[in-house]
């Protein structure tokens, strides 16, 4: 078994084996003792423990192979045995390898190494075991070939500092964003939403309702980040330029929200 293609293929396809984890763990990502099934509570503790510690190791780390096939058990040991017999052995002929050596034997790599450097031997359709621990530690759907670059560079854009984070924590109206900081997800804060460190724009608070950024926050801010057809500028940059435009940016955030 190769336990990185494994754990990568659950996560491309978490529309099917999402729910089988999801009924485990529910909204108890971060403990210990959720579900209801016998041994439920044990394996979701394995499940999670085994994900966070492979998450901090860097790529060649001692120990991160034998932390990955930990991992891919436990993930296989929560889905019914003929999903995870499919995941082993028979997931379109492409996870029947064995990682000997760094190099997966008798499996068919028809994937190529990521931009990050994660060798094709970790990946399955361009998703790799860290997209796993996104969806299934941080509840972060921003994964995989076409939603991974768009998390990236969503978080390559100032964010407020620690302590100004920790400042808003409970400060309504703002988008959060999920990252990662070793084996831990952390919540990042991108910083034009604030006039100062202090206050946020009113109009931010406002769009960001009507945007519904509490349910999809990487949404709302792909939509301040990227350039709008409409405004000609992302609508970030617009912010501070007085009611006028406050009533631009509220109009054409009512005018995609009405579309749809």
Known sequence: MNPYRVLAAVAADWGRFGPYLRSVTGDAADTTGAGDAAGAPAALASVLRSLRSL???ERHAPGRAAAADETARSVLALLPPAEAERLVAGHPGRLA???????LENGALEDGALEDGTPASETYAGFTA???A???????PMVGPLLGPVRERLLSYPMLDDWAAEAHARTPGLIRLRGESGARGVDRIPSFQFGDAA????VVVTVNGLLDAARDPWGAADWWL???G???VAP???LGGGSGQDGQLVGTARYVVEGE
Not at 199 to 202: F, L, V
């Open 236 to 238: 970030a940059e617009l």
């Open 199 to 202: 206050t946020p724009w009113p």
């Open 226 to 228: 990227s350039a709008n």
């Open 230 to 232: 409409y405004l000609g």
């Open 130 to 132: 860290a997209d796993l």
């Open 97 to 103: 390898g064995t990682l000997e050596n760094g190099v």
């Open 134 to 140: 996104l969806l299934l530690l941080d509840d972060n």
């Open 55 to 57: 998450r901090s190791m």
